[in-house]
């Protein structure tokens, strides 16, 4: 099946510090790709569509100065928290759409673990 | 937006069947069914979709509903690896590809 690679698989910061992480598309061309987060024992959050090309949608309520997405090709988009807070620790995950159609699944990255101190 | 229901947990024994349930009472006649799982600290992997016929794959099988209103995940024989959080999704819109997670079902499959 497609894979779907992120890195770095966790970090550690300091706080005020900016963290970028990558999602990348390993065997086929991702138009198209999710960023999700996920606190400890909770359920995953979407927080952005990463178009490539284009300008990152946002869920509501999430602060895209606060979390810049680019997507400059077709198998890499990149998650930036900014001046990052205790507050942004939390589980990232990227995803990306395998192949069109009707039938297409998101394959998902093994997602990054942001601790920020 | 159709929403899902599942039960918060469930245990299994090792080598029995695993039926994990899901209502989904408000789906649209376009939207697909997915199902996902996610181990501790792992991103979700996919298992299987439908829009109105049960399927089956190496993974597990789907058993929708004639009124597509709720379906089921089955687990033919469940090993302790296939312990889980189990989500069942329904796809936001026809032509988009957001999958929006509920709270899913929390799988402990026992020795």
């Known amino acids: 099946g497609a894979v779907v690679s992120q890195h770095p698989s966790r970090v550690i910061c300091k706080s005020g510090t900016s963290v970028k992480i990558e999602c990348r598309s390993l065997?086929?061309?991702?138009?198209?790709m999710f960023w999700y987060r996920q606190f400890p024992k909770k359920s995953l959050m979407l927080m952005a569509t990463?178009?490539?090309?284009?300008?990152?949608?946002?869920e509501q309520g999430v602060e895209k100065d606060k979390f810049l997405i680019n997507h400059a090709s077709l198998t890499l988009s990149t998650l930036t928290v900014t001046s990052a807070h205790p507050e942004d620790s939390s589980f990232y995950i990227c995803?990306?759409?395998?192949?069109?159609?009707?039938?297409?699944?998101?394959?998902f990255g093994s997602g990054t673990q942001l601790s920020v101190l | 937006d159709a929403k899902t229901t599942q039960p918060t947990s469930m245990d299994c024994a090792e080598g029995r069947a695993a039926n994990l349930p899901c209502n989904h009472s408000t789906i649209s006649g376009n939207e697909y069914v997915y199902w996902y799982r996610q181990i501790h600290s792992q991103g979700p992997q996919y298992i299987i979709h439908g829009l109105k016929n049960n399927e089956t794959n190496e993974m597990a099988s789907l058993i929708i509903t004639e009124d597509r209103k709720s379906s089921t995940l089955i687990l033919p024989h469940a090993t302790l690896r296939d312990t889980a959080v189990y989500y069942c999704?329904?796809?936001?819109?026809?032509?988009?590809?957001?999958?929006?997670f509920g709270t899913g079902t929390r799988l402990q499959v026992f020795p």
């Open positions: 995803s990306a759409r395998g192949r069109r159609g009707d039938n297409e699944k998101l394959f």
């Open positions: 065997d086929f061309q991702a138009t198209t």
């Open positions: 999704i329904v796809r936001v819109g026809w032509n988009t590809d957001k999958l929006i």
């Open positions: 990463s178009n490539e090309g284009s300008k990152a949608t946002y």
